[in-house]
Structure formats: C-alpha cells, structure tokens
C-alpha cells in the first residue's frame, strides 16, 4: 500500500515488482495446489472415477493409469472449474434466451486516476497493481449503471469474463440479457444502428 512518508521501495521497483508479483502469486498457487494434493479424500476425490475418466479421454495405456490427483472445480483455472463456467453460462441462455448486447470495457492506462497516483518517472505498466484496481472500480460502476440504473435497458441476466490483453491490460466483456420491454428506445436504436455485427463471410 502507499504510505505517506514511505519509500514504498516495491512499488517504485517496476520490473522487479512485476518479478515480485508473479513469485507471490506462484508461491499462493502451490500452497493451494499443496492442499488439494493433501487432502483428497477430504475433497471426495473417489467420486470422479479416475480411471473411467481415464479411458473416456482415451488414455488405455495402463502404465499411466496411476494415482491422479483431482482438481475440483474450486480450483481457479482448471478444468473442472472452467467446464462449471461453461455449464453455467449455457443454463443461463437456455432459461433467459438468447444475450442482446455484446459489450467490451477495456482499461484505459491514460485514465486520470491512475496517472494522478503514478511516482515521478513512472509510466502505467510500473503499477499493474493501480491499473486493475482503477479497472476494478471502473467495472463496477459501469455495472452498477446497466444493472441498477438500467441505461440499456432492464437486465434481466449477465454473463461476464475478465481476462488480460498481450499489453497486460485488464479486459471485460459482458453479455447482457435485456427484458424484451424497451425503457430507453433512443439508446437502444443507437446501439442497434453502430454496435451491431452482422453474419460473417459470404451472404446468400
């Protein structure tokens, strides 16, 4: 954290503070994955049927039908849990219908909060720890304006995803399942006029 009358030595390090990040977030994924290696028949891991798993991926070779350690689907990242994500977002289409807006929010690093709170001779890629947070804030109003506030329309379901472009900027896109009564037609008739992708390739 920033601290008045604090050198604040980590934060000013630029690339070795990215180095420091990454070796925390690795040792806090090995502690985890450390307890999930521990502790499987506290995660009830006979109930994933190794080996029928096994054969159903096409793994016969009996030399590599050992003991298998089961990432469940609280592990973030892994199969399970990305397959739960998956089967999630799906039963939200199938009972809601089909999205009606597509939207992207992408972090601006220009933003003036993150420049304003930038060290002398810093640029934004110093502080990945600033930029998400300003994006973290950033999200969340945007979500609180087309969740509460209904900008777009009432939201009757959303599904959303935050990943990270090559650049290391925080990236959301959202899908928005809109309840068929338009509140705001003229909003509306511009996003259906300049925010619309049509079919892909060759049209008959």
């Known amino acids: 954290m920033v601290r008045q009358d604090d050198e604040n030595v980590i934060l000013r390090s630029k690339r070795l503070f990215h180095q420091f990040i990454v070796d925390s977030y690795a040792k806090q994924e090995t502690l985890r994955l450390n307890f999930i290696r521990n502790n499987q028949s506290k995660l009830r891991a ?12 096409g793994d016969t070779n009996a030399d590599n039908l050992g ?5 469940p689907s609280s ?8 397959q739960q994500l998956y089967q999630d977002a799906m ?20 933003w003036d909060e993150i420049m304003r709170e930038l060290f002398p ?8 720890d600033l930029v998400c947070r300003v994006f973290r804030q950033k999200l ?3 979500k609180k304006d087309l969740l ?13 995803v935050i990943e990270f472009q090559k650049r290391g900027l925080p990236h959301c896109h959202m899908c928005l399942i ?14 259906s006029n300049f925010n619309t992708h049509g079919p892909c390739g060759i049209t008959s």
């Open 140 to 142: 969340k109003c945007l």
């Open 46 to 57: 006979e109930l994933y049927q190794g080996i029928h798993d096994a054969i159903l991926e």
């Open 67 to 71: 003991r298998r350690i089961i990432l």
């Open 75 to 82: 592990f973030t990242g892994g199969p399970r849990h990305m």
């Open 91 to 110: 039963a939200i289409v199938r009972c809601f219908g089909k999205p009606s807006l597509f939207i992207s929010f992408t972090c601006n690093p220009k």
């Open 148 to 160: 509460y506030y209904h900008v777009l329309g009432r939201v009757i379901a959303y599904i959303d």
């Open 178 to 191: 809109l309840d068929n009564k338009i509140t705001e037609p003229k909003l509306f008739q511009i996003i």
């Open 121 to 128: 001779h810093q640029t934004p890629n110093d502080r990945p």
